[in-house]
């Protein structure tokens, strides 16, 4: 037995200590499993042992295909590049929302241009109460100015018509509320945190942002939401890992109508999901009933929750509850067949 931050570590477990991220378990699990056998010549290893190894499993399990960290996510070329964008712009506004893309935005605004940089935070029907704390805790964290707004796209025809350019139309009245906001205090740009990435999705809202002349330095950069993890991570962003997140009305199929009913309809079922210790959820709004997409990891622990996932759901006001037999993915509603 050795010790590490004041710990009893058992043969084998050193191997699992410094493993930080779900690549670096996955790999350390099957490192603990085999030094362990070695230490104990075959005989069975400590509970202890087996434990932190299972431990390991389950949380590399938790990282989706997308969102694995690997070791070589980090291009530093790309990040000076960022940070050189950033500094280029001399004061900023940055549209921040709590998500991992634009943290690391205001991270390097906020190192780039230090007062010069002001975190501004929308709230809207569209996002649900935990993920606005969670946000201006982290805006806490970092020492940032932050100011809040209301945007009220849930008000607008064309959005709540809810057609394929729905977010188009959120993202005009975002950047709408906030060109004055950036004017008054003497701002020179407004920026947010799209990626690399976001090309190959559906995403009219981007198109709001060129017309307006809307800045995006990750994207410009060429940073992908890998890198963007694995570089949130090495600057020390808590939520470098934080799972995907997009407004309640991606759970409505288009051309059903966006409503506050539906959106706090979506957002209760979602939280007693979460509430049961399922990291990544979505609850897909079709009337009466709910699809629940999770990580295909979780699949078989939410049958075996049905019951108290049933009753959450239900409780939120739908009659039917059902699990989609594909995985969560995001863009799952917006995609071609």
Do not use: M
């Not at 200590?17 to 070695?38: E, G, I, V």
């Not at 004061?91 to 921040?96: D, G, I, M, N, P």
């Not at 199929?253 to 399922?278: W, Y």
């Amino acid at each position: 037995t050795q010790r590490s931050g004041g710990r009893d570590l058992e043969p084998g477990l050193l191997a699992l200590w410094d493993a930080a991220s779900a690549a670096d378990l996955l790999r350390a699990t099957a490192a603990a499993a085999f030094l362990c056998a070695a230490a104990t010549r075959g005989a069975a290893c400590g509970a202890s042992a087996l434990g932190a190894a299972g431990r390991g499993a389950a949380a590399a399990q938790r990282a989706t295909a997308g969102d694995l960290i690997q070791v070589d996510s980090l291009d530093r070329a790309k990040v000076d590049r960022a940070r050189a964008l950033v500094r280029d712009l001399g004061s900023v506004l940055v549209a921040y929302s709590g998500g991992v893309d634009s943290t690391l935005l205001l991270k390097l605004a906020l190192d780039e241009l230090r007062d010069g940089a002001v975190a501004v935070l929308a709230t809207s029907p569209a996002y649900p109460p935990a993920e606005q704390e969670e946000a201006r805790a982290l805006a806490g964290q970092l020492g940032a100015r932050l100011i809040e707004v209301d945007t009220r796209e849930v008000e607008l025809d064309a959005y709540r018509r809810n057609g394929a350019d729905r977010c188009f139309h959120c993202k005009e009245e975002l950047f709408e509320t906030l060109e004055p906001l950036r004017a008054e205090l003497g701002l020179a740009h407004l920026a947010y945190g799209a990626n690399a990435d976001d090309g190959g999705d559906h995403r009219p809202g981007h198109a709001s942002a060129e017309r307006r002349g809307v800045r995006f330095p990750l994207l410009e950069a060429g940073l992908t939401k890998a890198e963007i993890r694995a570089t949130a991570r090495r600057l020390g962003l808590s939520n470098w890992d934080k799972p995907s997140f997009a407004c309640l009305s991606s759970r409505v199929p288009f051309g059903t109508e966006i409503s506050e009913a539906v959106l706090q309809q979506v957002a209760a079922a979602e939280a007693a999901v979460h509430a049961l210790g399922f990291r990544q959820v979505r609850v897909r709004h079709h009337g009466d009933v709910a699809r629940i997409e999770v990580e295909a990891e979780d699949q078989d622990r939410l049958l075996e929750q049905r019951a108290e996932v049933a009753r959450g759901v239900r409780a939120a006001g739908y009659r039917f509850v059902s699990l989609d037999l594909e995985p969560y993915e995001t863009g799952r509603l917006s995609r071609r067949r």
